[in-house]
């Protein structure tokens, strides 16, 4: 007990946590404006793992972190707009085809992997941190916590611009609208199309910037198939948080703590496989739901394309 509740464990939990649940953030932020607007997108996964590939192909070809996001946001956005001109544009089932951009991605980075860099994976150099001034010196959660790459900050801050964007400007009502009530958003002007769109891109680019965090942040280099199941629990996340980016957040931290557990017992000095630790986030998602499931709250139109006059209720296809 006493090793786990040194500032050794502590401070390697916390820190394990930062790096592994700033992608869950991202990547869920993204996947709750998507299922705002009506848009179940499966295909997150996918979006992640295009935008580890690029935003570390960018960082290793250029030597900038910040042009590696960039490149991660840009793949990302690139997948996304095949899941928008196909589900939203054309209407066709949002899972089938999410699975499918997902298999492909997984498929496709692990190709380009191997045709640029063969068996070697090249690792990236430190990542330089921004220290916030009185916070970083805190013991156990300081370094943890207050002295991490600026896009760790921007990923906080952007929950909490999001909840304000949600609950008091127009841009929020039209994407709810979008999500529950598009036949009512078209009747009043608004372009349910669009605004679907929009927001399926907008998830693209935040599940990108996840990605290439993970890629160029977390790991320093890419490994096919490294996000290993992390979009799919952003899905979770994103449908348990009732439309709460802050619930996001929260989410983020518990599953980004669990997939640290294994570093911290190794710090703390326990010998235990780090399979069963590795089951932990997933063990998390199954009792999360269990216990907070029946109450998650889905838009109306959820899944449903919409047809402008067509059948079913509020426009959507029967």
């Given at each position: 007990?006493d090793?786990?509740?040194?500032a050794a464990f502590?401070?390697s939990?916390?820190a394990?946590?930062?790096?592994s649940?700033?992608p ?6 993204g996947?709750?404006?998507s299922?705002?607007a009506g848009?179940?997108n499966i295909g ?5 793992l295009a935008?580890?590939?690029a935003?570390?192909l960018g960082?290793?070809q250029?030597?900038?972190l910040?042009v590696?996001?960039?490149y ?7 997948v996304a707009s ?8 054309l ?5 089938v ?11 496709l980075?692990?190709l ?7 068996r070697?994976?090249p690792r990236?150099p430190?990542v330089?941190?921004l220290?916030l001034?009185g916070?970083?010196?805190l013991?156990i959660?300081g370094?943890?916590l ?10 906080v801050?952007s ?8 609950r008091k400007?127009?841009?929020g009502l039209?994407l ?8 009512a958003l078209?009747?009043?002007g ?10 399926v891109?907008c998830?693209?680019?935040?599940a990108g910037?996840g990605g290439?965090?993970m890629a ?8 096919p198939?490294m ?7 952003a899905i979770v996340?994103?449908m348990l948080?009732?439309g709460?980016p802050l619930?996001v957040?929260?989410g983020a ?6 997939l640290s ?14 399979d069963v630790?590795q089951m932990l986030p997933?063990a998390a998602?199954?009792?999360v739901l269990v216990?907070?499931?029946r ?17 079913g209720?509020?426009?959507e296809r029967s």
């Open positions: 007990m090793m786990i509740l040194s502590l401070t939990l916390v394990g946590m930062v790096v649940g700033v869950l953030l991202l990547a869920g932020l996947e709750q404006i299922e705002k848009v179940l997150i996964e996918g979006m992640m935008g580890a590939y935003g570390f960082a290793y250029t030597g900038s910040w590696g996001f960039l991660g946001i840009g793949a990302g956005m690139a095949v899941m928008a001109v196909l589900c939203v544009r209407g066709l089932n949002q899972i085809i999410g699975i499918g951009l997902t298999l492909g991605a997984e498929g980075t692990a380009l992997h191997h045709v640029r860099f063969s070697s994976y990236l430190g330089e941190t220290p001034p916070l970083a010196e013991p959660v370094s943890a207050f002295d991490r790459h600026p896009i760790v900050y921007l990923a801050a929950a909490v611009v999001l909840s304000v964007l949600y400007t127009h841009l039209t709810r609208a979008a999500g529950d009530k598009p036949a078209d009747a009043a608004g372009d349910v199309v669009r605004t679907r769109v929009a927001a891109l998830t693209g680019a935040f910037l290439a965090f160029e942040v977390g790991a320093g280099l890419f490994v198939f996000t290993g199941g992390a979009g799919f629990i996340l994103a948080a009732r709460r619930w957040l929260a931290a518990l599953f980004g703590a669990c557990m294994t570093t911290a017992l190794q710090v703390a000095g326990f010998d235990v496989p780090s630790i997933f998602v199954m009792a216990v907070f499931g109450g998650a709250s889905l838009p109306a139109a959820l899944g449903s394309p919409y047809v402008r006059g067509g059948r209720s509020g426009g």
